[in-house]
T-cell receptor, first 114, second 112 residues
């Protein structure tokens, strides 16, 4: 039973455009959400996070939006660059705002075309 | 550079033959995690250590064991690997339980 779902296995966008990656969750106890980026032959690297007390967090070209009522979060990358091509994992935890015991989605492979 | 190192990067073993995967870290983090990621699946937490305190996930098979002899090293032992244990094994560390997790590059295990 998947508690964190990334329903799009892949996404392709043009360089300079916006990339929107989506994530849904089912466990209402989750209170902290993270996005990790993974290049081939490397481990996942932390990208951005958001606490359930917020609905938006921004870091440069990356913005994460959280809609608690819909149990949905999204990662916006704007403008997208070819170097953003990677697999993006959504993760959630119920660790009192922390990242212990992360539950991951299956990932979305983003391809940014020059 | 401070980092999480996993050795070997690729491991081939035979069905039923014990295998050990290694993880080391230069970050001096208190918490070390082991995840299993099968093809096209989400990484799944197997267990974690907070210092010497071992925390096993309820659905982690008994076939999987772990050791943490010191702060820097953590090992994953698979006592009798089955074909279903073929996966990428990811090690991660964090300063504390609620801090960001930093991942190693993973060890891809093949079981013949």
């Amino acid at each position: 039973d998947q508690q964190v779902k990334q329903n799009s296995p892949s996404l392709s966008v043009q360089e300079g455009r916006i990339s929107i990656l989506n994530c849904d969750y089912t466990n209402s106890m989750f209170d902290y959400f993270l996005w990790y980026k993974k290049y081939p032959a490397e481990g996942p690297t932390f990208l951005i996070s958001i606490s359930s007390i917020k609905d938006k967090n921004e870091d440069g070209r990356f913005t994460v939006f959280l809609n608690k009522s819909a149990k949905h979060l999204s990662l916006h990358i704007v403008p997208s660059q070819p170097g953003d091509s990677a697999v993006y994992f959504c993760a959630a935890s119920a660790g009192e705002g922390g990242s212990e015991k992360l539950v991951f989605g299956k990932g979305t492979k983003l391809t940014v075309n020059p | 550079d401070a980092m999480v190192i996993q050795n070997p990067r690729y491991q081939v073993t035979q069905f039923g033959k014990p295998v050990t995967l290694s993880c080391s870290q230069t970050l001096n983090h208190n918490v070390m995690y082991w995840y299993q990621q099968k093809s096209s699946q989400a990484p799944k937490l197997l267990f974690h250590y907070y210092d010497k305190d071992f925390n096993n996930e309820a659905d982690t098979p008994d076939n999987f064991q772990s050791r943490r002899p010191n702060t820097s090293f953590c090992f994953l032992d698979i006592r009798s690997p089955g074909l279903g244990d073929a996966a990428m094994y990811l090690c991660a560390t964090s300063r504390g339980r609620t801090d960001t997790q930093y991942f190693g590059p993973g060890t891809r295990l093949t079981v013949l």
